[in-house]
């Protein structure tokens, strides 16, 4: 039970809540729950951070361009604060855990540091600093993460939410800093996990994506245990939830029982983020990832024949310490070999801990640069091609709510998690339409609503 020490309602006042949040849908779900437990002391989440009385930043560290954004901008808002010094302002997040309580010391308008293991802990932290202008840093790992199960629903009228079902990793591999600033394993009991997702369902979720660090290892460390393709099934059978999505999945952990869930379960989407980081099983190793590119491409061929038209979505690392043009090279041919629907690529980058951080033979800036402008190229190839495939093709779409592009559109997702833009503004957001796709971009795709046939 997460500790909330709330104030007397009577003397509650309204007061302006904005949350900064860099990072993955982990930490989209962590401020969801953040924004929950803050609405006992009587905040309310405003869109501007200029009307905020208290300002949360949810900071990410696997990466260093995920830190310099985050210290970017936690030395604007402490010009906002020194022109309001009634602003209360706190860090959370992975940065704050890597930090702790050196944040306080050089950031003197910081008034609390809140660890991955302690959101529990943030009404608390706010009080002290409105009331006794206290200043604290909790960043302690606890036994157990109080906050993991605090049920906060997405803002009126969502049709997709997050449902955090773990925290942590105990894989360690040798350039991830997750399992340090998020700690080891945790899974949830699939009872609570189940009861919050009916209670989406009640309010209108028509999708649910089931988020941890490694959702495969879901249930190891539970007394009673439901592995996750037995939760995929038990949240299958939820009236109301229409499509199931998840993320992530360690290709090593990916199992047969698994795989078989895209053949058996028609709620599940049509999609996996599998992560392969490279294509040379060289530097696979290096990277302590557990798996070679041929168990990898095994795997993704296994996927394939039992949900056929799945997309297959990964990550690549690259300018990993050692990696030789011959390395690379290996990872152009997984991509030409597999054809990823998309990819999120990133340049390697040393975090302060890791076993990498110590390995010799960098890569030089230039060198990494060039090959991540490479693998995108190639991966814009591949995504147009998978979208202009799709055209001429009739699918169904999640209507999610108005489109970007313009009021006469709504904008919603295929099962493969493609989104699709539609000129029809009078559908409503949690209608599933089946839709004809007229145009493809490299983001997106454009539809239009079958016409039923005269009778």
């Known amino acids: 039970m997460a500790r909330i020490m709330p104030e007397d309602t009577a003397t509650i006042e309204a007061r302006a809540l904005f949350i900064q949040t860099f990072g993955c849908q982990m930490n989209v779900r962590d401020s969801e729950q953040m924004a929950e437990l803050l609405r006992t002391q009587g905040y309310e989440l405003v869109d501007d951070e200029r009307e905020a009385d208290l300002i949360i930043l949810n900071t990410c560290s696997i990466r260093a361009k995920a830190e310099q954004k ?35 010391d050089r950031l003197p308008y910081l008034d609390f540091v809140c660890g991955t293991h302690n959101i529990d802990m943030i009404p608390e932290m706010v009080q002290d600093a409105r009331r006794h202008k206290t200043r604290r840093a909790e960043t302690a790992f606890r036994e157990t993460v109080a906050s993991i199960g605090v049920a906060a629903l997405p803002a009126k009228g969502s049709v997709t939410a997050f449902v955090t079902i773990m925290q942590g990793c105990d894989n360690y591999c040798t350039y991830c800093i997750v399992p340090y600033v998020r700690g080891r394993e945790e899974s949830r009991e699939s009872g609570e996990i189940l009861q919050e997702i009916r209670i989406m369902a009640d309010k209108g979720v028509r999708e649910v994506t089931l988020l941890g660090q490694n959702v495969n290892s879901y249930g190891m460390k539970l007394n009673r245990r439901l592995d996750f393709p037995g939760l995929l099934d038990r949240v299958s059978e939820i009236e109301g939830i229409e499509r199931i999505r998840f993320i992530s999945s ?40 557990g798996y070679g590119t041929s168990e990898y491409i095994e795997k993704v061929a296994k996927l394939r024949e039992a949900r056929p038209g799945i997309a297959i979505t990964t990550d690549f690392i690259v300018g990993f310490p050692g990696e030789a043009d011959e390395d690379f090279q290996k990872t152009i041919d997984l991509m030409e070999k597999i054809r990823f629907d998309n990819s999120f690529s990133f340049k390697y980058s040393p975090r302060p801990g890791i076993a990498a951080e110590f390995m010799e033979q960098g890569v030089p800036e230039e060198v990494k640069r060039e090959r991540l402008t490479a693998v995108q190229a190639l991966q814009r190839l591949h995504s147009c091609h998978s979208n202009r495939l799709m055209v001429g093709r009739q699918v169904e779409v999640l209507v999610e709510g108005p489109s970007k592009r313009g009021e006469e559109d709504v904008m919603g997702r295929t099962g493969t998690n493609k989104i699709v833009n539609i000129a029809a503004p009078s559908i409503d957001a949690g209608s599933t339409v089946e839709v004809t796709i007229a145009r493809a971009y490299l983001h997106s795709l454009r539809g239009e609503v079958r016409k039923k046939e005269k009778s």
């Open 250 to 289: 360690h290709p090593k952990d990916l199992s047969d029982r698994l795989i078989d869930a895209f053949r058996v379960l028609p709620k599940l989407c049509d999609h996996i983020h599998l992560p392969v980081q490279a294509g040379s099983d060289r530097i696979l190793k290096l990277m302590g990832r």
């Open 70 to 104: 985050a210290a970017s901008y936690l030395g604007r808002i402490g010009e906002m604060k020194r022109r309001k010094r009634s602003i209360v302002i706190g860090m959370a997040g992975c940065l704050a855990q890597q930090w702790g309580r050196r944040a306080l």
